[in-house]
């Protein structure tokens, strides 16, 4: 390295050394320090006392553990996928050359702002099984139903009954679907309109060009909003805790890990097991995005490659 | 000309820290006439906030050595066991009693013994049941301000259209489930129109059912007892719920249920006769309730007649963290608080009955609440009962929580419940238990010597 690199490489991390003092204090030290407090007996206030796995072989026997793992995956699994498709379909339409499409990308972009807390209390009322909107909404489907075949359908009782309940918070989690569709939308107007061109020429229907030609393009901010979307749903926190004021939902059917590591870690004062939760919810989330990252290589298109 | 850059560069960060520094400086717990400031965070917002810092502002005004800073904080458990831990706690603290166990054995608190001592403070100058509250291992942790109990409130319009004596409440739950019978109506689709009760509305008190059914859920030193005969009982009680009005009429009246504190408090609503509630009851009939809401209040019916006046005594406290900057001072403002006259005043502007064992007649003139004597006399019974000091409270309550919701969704049986939840509970109080026996020696000692 010449004399010249030398000091270049010395501004460079000069620069970047906010980001680097950043990231060490406010992610690294927290993440190693879990890292450790999870191998002890921590409760805050008085010294942690090493415990080996010991808090690793409870987890592995409490069952509200699994049952929070098992929320989360089951809440990630529904809300990626129907956010990244409502997203996008959200985004195809935006983007055509429609008169007021700002005022309308405007308006499919502000619910997003609601912060956590308001959504929270705004779908605890749409959800409520008597009086919400929602159910209002499907009762004259129901009557209609009914009616035809006979049945006695009703709506759900979102939030009071299991079954229901993570279905419920998913249909919630649809309403900051603003921000991905902006994203999108930035993406398909990045698609070249000669590619189009080309596929009309060739004679593709708009479903061909879509699967041909859009989907191939946006493929990268696919990627990314997948991506995001699965971290954040696996970290669901706010709303189901707001939602249930502070609960876990019928029959436990909102304990999610990031609502289980709180209670540990807060209401318990067991720092050391929180810590242990949440390192194992990091090792999930790394892995399925490892895993994301894997299996979309050969998927994902970059211009600039 | 980079390394001048460069120079200049660290200096400026340099001054940004030393500023720092020189702020904390300039912050020396003094006020600008020289008074020593005594930080003091309190639970309390609203009315209840009101009547503190009027207090506050009558001692500061007679001051001229300390300045009390009454800070109302939210979540308060948590940020005061986090300021302690991280060395910055406030001089007092305004907690719940049934959190005293917690905090001393996890070292947050400063014991109390020797200045209670020094200034005059005896247990005979509160009422037994509170007293015991804030002793833990033997040793005083916080000193009270506002106590409650809880009782059965009941609406007497809802009695009169029921074709019951409005006067005459409950003594069994027996009784209370005859009562229940006669006033729960359903409209012709076969949704609950009035219930007579639901332990679930509030259902604040998950934990501490068996009171009523003559138990407890610990044996009161280092057993877990969560399924005893009196917990079980409580169990089966409930469970009788959805067997009796359904599991999907009663969902979708608890969806119903609305705010607590609003016009839609079921209760308030005539939607829900009668309920387990405390003294705050008052307050909030008065702002949410229609004008000629109709009520009652009695202890709360229990399974045999010789338990019938037992109820859950809870206490405010106030507590000096370890670590506190001036335990002295806050301790004059404390002793001060503590005299009949301020710790009357708090309590009536509060609403609530005094913790002393000696109460002024002119206290109860001065009353708002035509129920106060009652609350008063529950805590002054010997069936007057507190939460268990157990070191897993908050984790055993949340589960009894869950457990009884899944008994009124008709979707567990006590037993199979109740089995789980000792299994579970059981090991986690056992671990805090060991963690503490490991420790008490030390602790102990430490405690005594201060």
Redesign the interface.
């Known amino acids: 390295m010449t004399k010249y690199e030398k000091?270049r490489l010395r501004?460079g991390l000069?620069f970047i050394s906010p980001w680097i003092a950043g990231f060490i204090l406010l992610s690294l030290y927290p993440l190693l320090s879990s890292a450790y407090f999870s191998l002890t007996?921590y409760?805050?206030?008085?010294k942690p006392v090493f415990t080996g796995l010991d808090n690793y072989h409870m987890l592995m026997e409490d069952?509200?553990f699994w049952q929070s793992i098992w929320n989360t995956v089951f809440f990630a699994a529904l809300s990626v996928p129907i956010n990244l498709i409502t997203a996008i379909f959200l985004a195809v339409l935006l983007n055509f050359n429609l008169p007021g499409k700002k005022v309308f990308r405007t308006l499919y972009f502000l619910p997003s702002l609601v912060p956590m807390v308001c959504l929270g209390v705004l779908w605890q009322w749409m959800l409520?099984?008597?009086?919400g909107l929602i159910n209002q909404m499907l009762s004259p489907f129901c009557e209609a139903v009914n009616a035809v075949l006979g049945t006695a359908i009703s709506p759900p009782?979102w939030?009071?009954?299991?079954a229901y309940a993570k279905l419920g918070l998913v249909l919630a989690s649809m309403w900051g679907v603003g921000n991905a569709t902006v994203i999108f939308l930035a993406g398909l107007q990045d698609v070249p309109r000669s590619l189009y061109e080309a596929a009309e020429l060739d004679g593709c229907n708009f479903w061909q060009k879509t699967r041909h030609v859009t989907l191939p393009i946006i493929s990268p901010v696919i990627y990314f909003n997948g991506i995001m979307g699965l971290i954040g749903s696996f970290q669901v926190f706010a709303v189901p805790y707001v939602m249930t004021n502070g609960?876990?939902g019928?029959?436990?059917s909102l304990l999610f890990t990031a609502t289980y590591i709180f209670?540990k870690g807060?209401?318990?004062?067991s720092m050391g097991y929180a810590c242990a939760i949440a390192l194992i919810l990091f090792l999930i989330i790394l892995t399925l995005t490892l895993l994301a990252t894997y299996a979309s290589e050969r998927h994902v298109y970059y211009a600039g490659k | 000309m980079?390394s001048t850059r460069?120079g200049l560069?660290g200096l400026f960060f340099l001054s940004v820290i030393l500023f720092g520094f020189w702020l904390e400086e300039e912050n020396p717990h003094k006020t600008e006439d020289g008074r020593i400031i005594i930080e003091y965070w309190d639970k309390w917002s609203g009315a209840e906030r009101e009547a503190m810092q009027e207090l506050v502002d009558e001692f500061n005004r007679s001051q001229d050595e300390i300045y009390v800073k009454f800070l109302s904080v939210s979540n308060i458990t948590?940020k005061i066991?986090?300021a302690?831990?991280g060395g910055m706690p406030p001089d007092l603290a305004g907690v719940w009693a049934a959190d005293l166990p917690?905090f001393a054995t996890?070292?947050?608190l400063t014991p109390l013994d020797a200045y209670a001592l020094e200034y005059g403070i005896a247990p005979s100058d509160y009422l037994p049941s509170i007293w015991r509250q804030l002793v833990v291992h033997d040793h005083l942790w916080g000193l009270p301000t506002t106590p409650a109990t809880n009782a059965l409130h009941w609406n007497k319009d809802l009695f009169r259209q029921a074709g019951l004596d409005p006067e005459r409440p409950p003594h069994t739950i027996a009784e209370l489930e005859a009562y229940n019978e006669r006033i729960t109506q359903f409209d012709d689709q076969g949704r609950i129109l009035v219930l007579g009760h639901l332990p679930t509305e509030p259902g604040w008190w998950s934990a501490n059912w068996s009171f009523w059914f003559g138990g407890d859920v610990w044996n009161g030193h280092d057993t877990l007892t969560a399924d005893s005969e009196a917990n079980r009982a409580a169990m089966n009680w409930i469970a009788s719920y959805p067997e009796r009005f359904g599991p999907k009429p009663l969902?979708?009246f608890?969806?119903?249920s609305g705010v607590f504190a609003s016009p839609e408090n079921p209760f308030f609503r005539g939607r829900v006769a009668m309920v387990l509630q405390g003294p705050w009851m008052y307050n909030f009939i008065q702002n949410f309730a229609p004008e000629d809401f109709n009520w009652g209040v009695a202890p709360f019916p229990a399974l045999r007649l010789e338990d019938y006046g037992t109820s859950l005594v809870e206490t405010d406290c106030i507590v000096i963290p370890r670590g506190a900057q001036h335990p002295e001072l806050a301790m004059a403002f404390l002793d001060w608080l503590q005299q009949p006259e301020q710790l009357e005043r708090l309590c009536l502007g509060q609403l609530k009955f005094s913790p002393l064992a000696e109460v002024s007649p002119d206290f109860y003139r001065k009353h708002p609440n035509p129920h106060i004597r009652i609350y008063r006399e529950l805590a002054e019974s010997p069936l007057a009962r507190s939460r268990p000091q157990i070191l897993?409270f908050?984790?055993f309550s949340?589960d009894m929580?869950?457990v009884i919701?899944?008994l009124v969704?008709g979707?567990q049986s006590p037993a199979e419940a109740l089995q789980e939840l000792q299994a579970?509970q059981a090991a986690?109080f056992d671990r805090k238990h060991t963690?503490w026996e490991k420790?008490s020696n030390a602790r102990l000692k430490e405690w005594s010597s201060q």
């Open positions: 000091r501004l000069l007996d409760s805050v206030l008085s069952k509200l409520n099984g008597q009086i009782n939030l009071a009954d299991p609960g876990e019928p029959g436990r209670n807060f209401q318990a004062w | 980079t460069l560069f948590r066991m986090l302690t831990a917690v996890q070292g947050a969902l979708g608890r969806q119903l897993t908050n984790e949340s929580g869950s919701d899944n969704r979707e579970r986690l963690q420790v």
